[in-house]
């Protein structure tokens, strides 16, 4: 697929009940490499295949297109086993036809319902699930990253005030596409990629081109964002893409070392957070399984934790 097709699915795609980031359109163009990711687009339907290790190996959950004709109140063919069945009889084509082993990776605990109820209803066949805590998406109600409400944000709101203390007004932060500050912002990931030893870890430098990639292509994958400075100069970036008309996916979010221990990455979170009030969640993905990332995550009170299953023929 090219980027026409994703441009095409960003307008047309029905994603008004996803909320992974898995589901962002942005995300499947830009990672698309980096996860190894077959995608195609058959009978109003996008189907997708991952091609990794084990608990992202698979299909993804499909997702149809929009109905013309279809209103905000009628049930989604997310729902009709009818539609979902027509979707399985192409995948369980495809994995036939391409030799690849009929597994679901990435799927939600309501998609893996569905699933179920489909294959026993339609297919007389069940699936063997897992999960794996590492791939659980972390949503976050936009207006607690904007305001950190209450006691449970106390110790961001020292870190916001830590970062004012050192720097008083001598910050500001930039949106982007608003503003022209896209060599910003690959300034800032070029940089965070040198100091951590980019040029030893492939995956970093398939997500460092990747970002390259957002910026040049950054109407067409809706993209948004913005930059920290700190004395002028560039020291923390963010930039995201919708999954839905309320859900916001946080992409990329990276600063500078210099900058780390005085709260840059707080205070860039909650600016960012404060401009996307059009949404109802930010989802900031996973945390790989890297403590330090989830111990962050999880500081920042996630509202929802969603969980995704992996599954294979029975």
Same mark, same amino acid.
């Given at each position: 697929?090219?980027?026409?097709? @994703?441009?095409?699915?960003?307008?047309? %795609?029905?994603? +008004?009940?996803?909320?992974?980031?898995?589901?962002?359109?942005?995300?499947?163009?830009?990672?698309?490499?980096?996860?190894?990711?077959?995608? &195609?687009?058959?009978?109003?339907?996008?189907?997708?295949?991952?091609?990794?290790?084990?608990? +992202?190996?698979?299909?993804?959950?499909?997702?149809?297109?929009?109905?013309?004709?279809?209103?905000?109140?009628?049930?989604?063919?997310?729902?009709? %086993?009818?539609?979902?069945?027509?979707?399985?009889? @192409?995948?369980?084509?495809?994995?036939?036809?391409?030799?690849?082993?009929?597994?679901?990776?990435?799927?939600?605990? #309501?998609?893996?319902? *569905?699933?179920?109820?489909?294959?026993?209803?339609?297919?007389?066949?069940?699936?063997?699930?897992?999960?794996?805590?590492?791939?659980?998406?972390?949503?976050?109600?936009?207006?607690?990253?904007?305001?950190?409400?209450?006691?449970?944000?106390?110790?961001?709101?020292?870190?916001?005030?830590?970062?004012?203390?050192?720097?008083?007004?001598?910050?500001? @932060? &930039?949106?982007?596409?608003?503003?022209?500050?896209?060599?910003?912002?690959?300034?800032?990931?070029?940089?965070?990629?040198?100091?951590?030893?980019?040029?030893?870890?492939?995956?970093?430098?398939?997500?460092?081109?990747?970002?390259?990639?957002?910026?040049?292509?950054?109407?067409?994958?809706?993209?948004?964002?913005?930059?920290?400075?700190? &004395?002028?100069?560039?020291?923390?970036?963010?930039?995201?893409?919708?999954?839905?008309?309320?859900? *916001?996916?946080?992409?990329? #979010?990276?600063?500078? #070392? #210099?900058?780390?221990?005085?709260?840059?990455?707080?205070?860039?979170?909650?600016?960012?957070?404060?401009?996307?009030?059009?949404?109802?969640?930010?989802? +900031?993905?996973?945390?790989?399984?890297?403590?330090?990332?989830?111990?962050?995550?999880?500081?920042?009170?996630?509202?929802?934790?969603?969980?995704? @299953?992996?599954?294979?023929?029975?």
């Amino acid at each position: 697929m090219n980027l026409l097709d @994703f441009e095409y699915l960003q307008n047309n %795609l029905d994603t +008004r009940s996803l909320y992974g980031s898995d589901s962002c359109i942005a995300n499947l163009y830009l990672l698309q490499e980096k996860y190894n990711t077959w995608l &195609k687009i058959h009978n109003n339907t996008l189907f997708r295949y991952y091609y990794g290790d084990v608990n +992202r190996c698979g299909y993804g959950f499909p997702i149809p297109l929009k109905k013309q004709d279809e209103s905000q109140d009628q049930k989604l063919p997310q729902n009709d %086993l009818s539609w979902l069945k027509s979707a399985l009889d @192409f995948i369980f084509e495809d994995a036939k036809t391409q030799g690849r082993k009929l597994s679901f990776c990435l799927i939600t605990r #309501e998609q893996k319902e *569905l699933l179920e109820s489909c294959l026993s209803k339609y297919f007389k066949k069940s699936l063997s699930w897992k999960t794996n805590r590492d791939d659980c998406d972390y949503l976050y109600l936009q207006e607690n990253l904007a305001l950190l409400p209450g006691s449970n944000y106390q110790k961001k709101r020292n870190h916001v005030s830590r970062f004012n203390r050192i720097y008083g007004n001598d910050w500001e @932060f &930039k949106l982007f596409p608003q503003s022209d500050i896209s060599k910003d912002i690959y300034y800032i990931a070029q940089k965070w990629y040198e100091e951590k030893n980019g040029d030893e870890n492939p995956v970093l430098n398939l997500e460092l081109q990747s970002v390259k990639l957002a910026l040049e292509n950054f109407e067409a994958l809706k993209i948004r964002g913005g930059v920290l400075y700190v &004395k002028g100069k560039p020291a923390a970036m963010t930039l995201a893409s919708p999954i839905s008309d309320s859900v *916001l996916d946080v992409i990329y #979010e990276k600063a500078i #070392e #210099e900058f780390e221990k005085d709260g840059v990455y707080a205070v860039i979170n909650q600016q960012f957070s404060k401009v996307c009030s059009n949404f109802l969640y930010l989802n +900031r993905e996973e945390d790989m399984g890297v403590e330090g990332l989830r111990k962050a995550k999880l500081s920042y009170k996630p509202s929802i934790i969603l969980e995704k @299953f992996y599954g294979c023929l029975e």
